[in-house]
């Protein structure tokens, strides 16, 4: 008989890290042959609290998971019309995704009536309280997680602080799947740089993703800088692509006031699915300066596209990433970063391959690790 499944959270149209993990989990879980059901959101934050632009992007090329939208955050009523559907459903398993505290109230809701209907649950834990967290948010997390007894987490911090919030809770360890979200055509270095207009005799080194406070990039500037004074800068460019979520302007002023604006390309801007691959394959090497955080979905997408990396030591150690094509350097430490752009490119750069990279394996191996405890004696993954 047919595992069913039914699997909550973010799909195409909403954007970011945690709509492609999930809209990749489902195409995996499908091409596989499990019976899957998911249920996203009829809608995510209020206009007022959702700090980018638009929590939703329609651009090509984006993975439709073909999802029910029927959850939203602040209405008791949808709360009970997703537990009727996974109640009518009769699902083996049902597995949420946990990233946000806003979340709280009704995944207490869901998680305490499927309890009650003896339907079994598993979360996966993206982040256990907010990167920009307040102190209200572990009594948040612990209200809303206190009826679940099993999570999967992708890496010992996570894993920590969820052990300390729901006692006795059995937990997985299983990192983030190195996957390519994107299905862009694989075009050459060449080509890439000139339809996003870099320059070609330039080491180009990539910063992607939502700019917030704790990405690190105040230290990534002051490590271009600090490059710059000792005349290191002039075959580098760097490109900070994605949209920003936290005062773009003092970021501004920092790169005119170290004068490194003719070695920066700033894209402020959501990278629409069919354009980030050519970041990607445009450039020589990417930089993670984070300065907090767990693992990182950029990170990965990086390693798939086998870029040599720049990572601070606080996420290398949460991701515990292989030290192939990895350089790390010491979080929040300028000069270090600096010292680590100048190595990296000694290192071996594969050039990309045509095929997915390891994306679909690394994706089954994944579900095969959240699935293993819950369902191997009714049907061999």
């Not at 998680?111 to 982040?127: E, G, M, Q, R, V």
């Not at 030591?313 to 790390?328: K, N």
Request: net charge neutral; hydrophobic share 40%; proline share 5%.
């Amino acid at each position: 008989m047919m595992t069913k499944i039914v699997l909550i959270g973010p799909v195409y149209p909403y954007r970011g890290g945690i709509a492609h993990f999930t809209s990749n989990l489902a195409q995996t879980f499908r091409e596989n042959g499990y019976d899957l059901t998911v249920i996203s959101f009829s809608k995510q934050y209020p206009k007022w609290l959702y700090p980018g632009k638009d929590d939703k992007n329609f651009s090509i090329g984006r993975s439709v998971a073909n999802a029910e939208y029927i959850l939203s955050p602040l209405n008791p009523f949808d709360w009970l019309r997703t537990i009727r559907r996974i109640k009518d459903l009769k699902p083996d398993l049902v597995i949420l995704q946990w990233w946000t505290t806003f979340w709280s109230f009704s995944t207490h809701a869901l998680l305490s009536d499927l309890k009650k209907a003896n339907i079994p649950t598993k979360i996966i834990i993206h982040n256990a309280f907010p990167h920009e967290g307040k102190k209200v948010d572990k009594l948040l997390a612990r209200y809303a997680l206190g009826d679940a007894t099993r999570f999967v987490v992708m890496n010992k911090q996570e894993e920590a602080k969820i052990g300390a919030l729901v006692k006795g809770a059995s937990i997985q360890l299983v990192p983030l799947p190195i996957y390519r979200p994107f299905d862009s055509e694989v075009i050459s270095k060449s080509e890439a740089r000139k339809t996003l207009g870099l320059a070609e005799d330039k080491k180009v080194g990539l910063f992607f993703g939502f700019v917030r406070p704790y990405k690190g990039l105040g230290v990534l500037l002051d490590a271009i800088k600090i490059l710059k004074d000792e005349n290191k800068l002039d075959d580098y460019c760097f490109v900070i692509a994605g949209e920003f979520w936290h005062d773009k302007k003092q970021y501004m002023d920092a790169i005119k006031a170290c004068g490194i604006e003719d070695h920066m390309v700033v894209r402020d801007e959501y990278i629409p699915d069919d354009q980030a691959g050519t970041y990607f394959l445009a450039a020589d090497f990417f930089i993670a300066p984070y300065t907090a955080g767990t693992q990182s979905g950029a990170l990965k997408m990086a390693m798939a596209y086998n870029l040599p990396c720049v990572v601070s030591s606080g996420i290398s150690q949460a991701e515990s990433v292989v030290p192939d094509g990895i350089v790390t350097f010491e979080t929040g430490n300028s000069i270090k970063l600096a010292q680590s752009i100048c190595d990296i490119l000694f290192l071996r750069s594969v050039e990309p391959q045509n095929d997915n990279l390891a994306g679909s394996e690394s994706q089954d191996g994944f579900i095969r690790e959240i699935l293993i405890m819950d369902i191997f004696q009714k049907e061999k993954i």
